[in-house]
């Protein structure tokens, strides 16, 4: 008989199941999407950044096990310094455990945190540490099919009120970008 000691926990991680990631893999493939980065979606998170006010802006398409960010806007020097001095620096992969965006796509609903740490399920997540994340807006991107394929989100290292007009906004892009994922890709135009 082994002893295995238990593994540290950081806060409480629930990300969710994710039973429809094999189904949203092969429709991001068929549209050609989710395995590189896309000029038009880096416009487009800049674009969404600008108009949040806030430092970090993703689109996002969500594997079985990462997250890929085909569209992000980020800080040009990271606003979180590190104890040893570093700045963490955010690449375009995220394991799936990482952020909000994954609860986002399984509820399929959109996600609006003001504070994360007023949260519990949220205030444990990596990028809280990791990034100094402190607030999220969210909001899937469904297209004709009815299949989440990602998001569209911003974040902030201070708690924001996003308010309504927030959500609405965030919905509304949502909407319209998956509409224009879709349209690019059925008449084999670039994005």
């Known amino acids: 008989m082994s002893y295995e000691p238990p593994r540290p926990v950081r806060g409480l991680l629930l990300t969710p199941e994710d039973k429809e990631a094999p189904a949203r893999i ?12 896309e000029p038009a979606l880096d416009a487009f998170a800049d674009h969404l950044a600008r108009l949040t ?5 993703m689109v996002n398409f969500i594997g079985e096990d990462h997250q890929f960010f085909a569209g992000l806007r980020t800080p040009v020097t990271a606003p979180v310094v590190r104890e040893d001095g ?16 994954p609860h986002v796509v399984v509820r399929r609903k959109a996600l609006v945190l003001e504070d994360v740490r007023d949260y519990p399920r949220f205030a444990g997540n990596p990028v809280v540490d990791e990034y100094g994340i402190r607030s999220y807006l969210g909001a899937p991107l469904i297209d004709s099919s009815g ?31 998956a509409l224009h994922l879709e349209r690019s890709a059925d008449d084999g135009l670039p994005l």
Not at 86 to 101: A, T
Not at 149 to 167: E, F, K, M, N, Q
């Open 26 to 37: 092969s429709r991001l493939r068929r549209l050609g999407l989710g395995e590189r980065p």
């Open 53 to 57: 006010g806030a430092p970090y802006a």
């Open 86 to 101: 570093s700045r963490p620096e955010v690449g375009r992969v995220l394991p799936r455990d990482h952020g909000f965006c």
């Open 147 to 177: 299949m989440a394929l990602g998001t569209v989100c911003a974040s902030d290292i201070a708690p924001r009120a996003w308010g309504r007009s927030g959500l609405e906004t965030i919905k509304a892009l949502a909407a319209e970008l």
